[in-house]
C-alpha cells in the first residue's frame, strides 16, 4: 500500500506556471505507475498526465500537451506535474494516483490509491 500527499496548489494569473509534487509512503515508489488526474466543479475526474515507474515513458493529455510536464525522483519517493502557459479553463483540484500495473494508462479505474488532491486556480 501507499500513500500519497499532493501540495504546490494555489492561484495563478492566467500565463502563469505552478509545480506539483507528489510525495509518496508506504510500499517502494518505484513499484507504481503515476498518473495525475484533475476534476473541475460539476465536472468528471480526468486523465491529465502519467508515468512509467522508471520514468522512460509518459503520456498526456491533449489540452495539457506541451504545456504540463510530468517526472519522477524514485529516491525521493516524489512524481512532479510542472505546469506552464496556464490558463482559466485548468483550474480544478488536482490528484495524484498510483498503479500497480506494469503499463501506463489513461484509465481511472487502473489506479489503485489516491492522494487528496490540491485546488488550483487560475485566474484570468
Known amino acids: 500500500q501507499v500513500q500519497l500527499v499532493e501540495s504546490g496548489g494555489g492561484l495563478v494569473q492566467a500565463g502563469g506556471s505552478l509545480r506539483l509534487p507528489c510525495a509518496a509512503s508506504?510500499?517502494?515508489?518505484?513499484?507504481?505507475?503515476m498518473g495525475w488526474f484533475r476534476q473541475a466543479p460539476g465536472k468528471e475526474r480526468e486523465f491529465v498526465a502519467v508515468?512509467?515507474?522508471?520514468?522512460?515513458?509518459?503520456d498526456y493529455a491533449d489540452p495539457v500537451k506541451g504545456r504540463f510536464t510530468i517526472s519522477r525522483d524514485n529516491a525521493k519517493n516524489t512524481v512532479y506535474l510542472q505546469m506552464n502557459s496556464l490558463k482559466p479553463e485548468d483550474t480544478a483540484v488536482y490528484y495524484c494516483?498510483?498503479?500497480?500495473?506494469?503499463?501506463?494508462?489513461?484509465?481511472?479505474?487502473?489506479?489503485?490509491?489516491w492522494g487528496q488532491g490540491t485546488q488550483v486556480t487560475v485566474s484570468s
Open positions: 508515468i512509467s515507474r522508471s520514468g522512460g515513458s509518459t
Open positions: 494516483a498510483a498503479d500497480e500495473g506494469w503499463n501506463i494508462s489513461r484509465l481511472r479505474s487502473r489506479y489503485d490509491y
Open positions: 508506504g510500499r517502494t515508489f518505484s513499484s507504481y505507475v
